[in-house]
């Protein structure tokens, strides 16, 4: 079965600093990969997805990037975090149904 | 573009209370709809889905949604709940692609025994 591994699950930077939000994907192959982000009382917003390897999509325009470096690897970065970036980021994995990963809860200070 | 509405942010009910949590869409093309629930501490979960044929479908725990294309609905219903069904409930919408879902805002469902 799949399991999607997230890492840190916690998080605290100050505002300015860079961020390395790390997802691996076991159990599947060429999968697609998302991030979101669970915002308090706004649900959960696309930020980007991937089809394959180095192919990212954007959703929302931001200080936030994404890169698919393995099939099976997909990274969240920040070359320097704001405020409003805290939150809690959520790695996926469709093969036909959205499996979730256990989060990483960002906070910035 | 597509969106999704939940209209109720937090719910409380008793044990055995009957459920049904709203979700609207905006979508004009063929939909595929999905509630995932969220319990405390825990990652997110897929509760059912549809994408086509029997717009009543059920999913794990007792729980179904019913897809009312003429209203753009996709409520989810338990008949009896229990203290265990506390927990955010999110409806999403997906065209199919590989642009992922658009999900609500959620519903913080609390369940007192």
């Known amino acids: 079965s799949q399991t999607i591994h997230q890492w840190p699950a916690t998080l605290v930077q100050p505002v300015g600093s860079p961020l390395s939000l790390e997802c691996t994907v076991e159990?599947?192959?060429?999968?697609?990969l998302y991030w979101y982000r669970q915002a308090a009382g706004r649900g959960l917003q696309l930020l980007f997805y991937?089809?394959?390897?180095?192919?990212i999509s954007s959703e929302v325009p931001q200080n936030l990037s994404a890169s698919r470096p393995q099939d099976r690897q997909f990274i969240l970065s920040s070359k320097k975090l704001l405020l409003s970036d805290s939150g809690f980021y959520l790695c996926?994995?469709?093969?036909?149904?959205?499996?979730f990963g256990e989060g990483s809860r960002l906070t910035v200070l | 573009a597509q969106s999704v509405s939940q209209h109720n942010h937090h719910v409380i009910l008793s044990e055995a209370a009957s459920l049904e949590l709203g979700c609207n869409y905006s979508?004009?093309?063929?939909?595929?709809l999905f509630w995932y629930v969220q319990y405390p501490g825990q990652h997110l979960q897929l509760l059912l889905k549809?994408?086509?044929?029997?717009?009543l479908v059920k999913g794990i725990k007792g729980f179904e949604a019913e897809f009312i294309k003429s209203k753009f609905s996709f409520n989810l219903r338990k008949p009896s709940v229990q203290w265990s069904d506390t927990a955010e409930y999110f409806c999403a919408l997906g065209g199919g692609g590989a642009d992922g879902l658009t999900f609500g805002k959620g519903t913080h469902l609390i369940i007192q025994p």
């Open positions: 991937s089809v394959g390897i180095g192919q």
């Open positions: 979508y004009g093309g063929t939909v595929n």
């Open positions: 159990g599947t192959s060429n999968p697609n």
């Open positions: 549809y994408f086509s044929g029997d717009p």
């Open positions: 996926a994995s469709d093969t036909g149904e959205l499996f």
